[in-house]
């Protein structure tokens, strides 16, 4: 029996067996053995390298964002009016057949947005280029996941579901449990919260099941099952989604107004027509994606000179980290090493300028200057000559504060 049929089994015995305290212990083993079996699944076939098609993409810019949805949402549309890069698209499905990207730049940043062939049910076990366009989203910083606003709302639980499947978790933060498996001492189990939906026998039960005698186990939250499983298999990823409604210019207002309200959800219409070109709510998106992927810009400030407000440094709090060891290692990899202290103007900063040491964290439009070791402070008083590029936040600040150094 081959891995997919073997899940399929699976789950036809959940489905068959009604939960209660008593099948509790025999449920959450049959979780444990399809999260197995799903990664048996997701390991490339033997003598592949895995991958493949022109699905790989060289990552470009300051993130990448996957569009993500079934075939004919208009996500090839969107690729084209969001980066002017052309992706064919038509009213049949399986109109992209491979990877296209485009570049949108935005806030002095540039995002790699991927346009990628629809999926369907099923994808996770295969179905289509399923596999190949998930491993994709798990390369992104964020997912949008298109949706026809016009179709069934039942495709959003669906593609969900797929994503789930190969170890994607959308807009969840890691489980709150630590885990470390050990050569001996058999498991130690504690919490720091009380459960009220797993305990230690069914901890005890599920790590059986895959084998594990001797582990540190410590539960800081009230965890599930599922979420065990997660720690256990260690493989998950978890990345923020973007719900997409397109096609918005088909569906009446009512369900415009109930689809906007829906959980991080946003709605927009994005038709591109011979003559005319009709499209609702992009800046929107736009701002929403930006927001989403949590990038801070920081702009430098030489000694004794005006700061670069033309290009940024990019940070990102998921990728890499936002503190000022951070923004050093971005800039050279000495610069950690020679630091005296940093100089920092922005929101992060109590005051202006604020001494900072390597671990402060940067918000988004900081100025910084890093004085060396051997440098002498210089002593002066300057101001910012604002520049056409220059964020609006800044100017403001220091009008109320001139700035210093
Ligand atoms: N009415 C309307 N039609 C749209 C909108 N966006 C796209 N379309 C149309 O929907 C059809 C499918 O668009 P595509 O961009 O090819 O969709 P896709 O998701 O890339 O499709 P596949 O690549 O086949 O998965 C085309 O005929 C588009 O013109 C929209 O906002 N409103
Ligand atoms: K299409
Ligand atoms: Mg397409």
Redesign the pocket.
């Known amino acids: 029996m081959g891995i997919i049929e073997r899940i399929k089994e699976i789950e036809a015995e959940m489905a068959r067996t009604q939960k209660n305290k008593a099948t509790e212990y025999h449920l959450g083993q049959l979780k444990a053995k399809i999260a197995k079996l799903r990664t048996q699944l997701l390991e490339p076939p033997k003598g592949s390298s895995g991958g493949g098609d022109g699905f790989e993409v060289t990552k470009y810019g300051h993130g990448r964002v996957a569009l993500i ?10 690729l084209t009016m969001l980066t002017g890069t052309h ?10 057949l491979t990877c296209i990207p485009g570049v949108i730049r935005y806030n002095d940043t540039k995002i790699q947005l991927l ?1 990628l ?2 999926i369907i049910e099923g994808a996770s076990e295969g179905k289509g280029r399923g596999r190949q366009v998930i491993a994709v989203a798990k390369s992104s910083d964020l997912v949008l996941m ?1 949706l026809d606003a016009s179709k069934s709302e039942g495709h959003r639980q669906i593609l969900t579901k797929e994503l789930e499947a190969v170890g994607l978790r959308l807009n969840k933060r890691p489980p709150q449990i630590y885990f470390k498996k050990k050569k001996t001492g058999g498991i130690s189990f504690n919490t720091t919260a009380p459960l009220t939906r797993i305990d230690e026998k069914l901890c005890y039960q599920i790590l059986h099941e895959y084998k594990i005698h001797n582990a540190e186990v410590l539960f800081r939250e009230d965890a599930t099952v599922d979420d065990f499983i997660d720690v256990i298999e260690g493989n998950r990823k978890y990345i923020k989604c973007v719900y997409v409604y ?5 569906v009446g207002i009512d369900d415009v107004d109930r689809l906007a309200r829906q959980p991080n959800s946003i709605v ?6 011979a003559s005319s070109i ?1 499209s609702l709510n992009l800046d929107r998106l736009l701002a929403r994606m930006w927001e989403e992927m949590g990038l801070v810009r920081v702009y430098t400030k030489p000694q004794g000179q005006q700061p670069d407000f033309d290009e940024p440094f990019v940070l990102s709090s998921d990728r890499g980290g936002c503190t000022v060891e951070d923004f050093c290692n971005h800039v050279h990899k000495t610069l950690v090493k020679d630091m005296k202290y940093a100089l920092v103007w922005g929101t992060s900063a109590r005051h202006y300028p604020q001494h900072c040491g390597l671990s402060h964290r940067l918000e988004d439009e900081d100025v910084v200057q890093i004085v060396k070791k051997k440098e002498r402070e210089e002593g002066g008083r300057g101001r910012f000559k604002t520049h056409s590029n220059a964020p609006a936040r800044i100017a403001d600040r220091e009008k109320k504060a001139p700035l210093k150094q």
């Open positions: 949805g079934f075939p004919s949402v208009g996500k090839s549309t969107l992706s064919e698209a038509a009213s049949y499905e399986f109109t992209t346009d062939p629809g298109v397109n096609k918005i210019d088909v927009i219409s994005c038709n591109l027509k009709i």
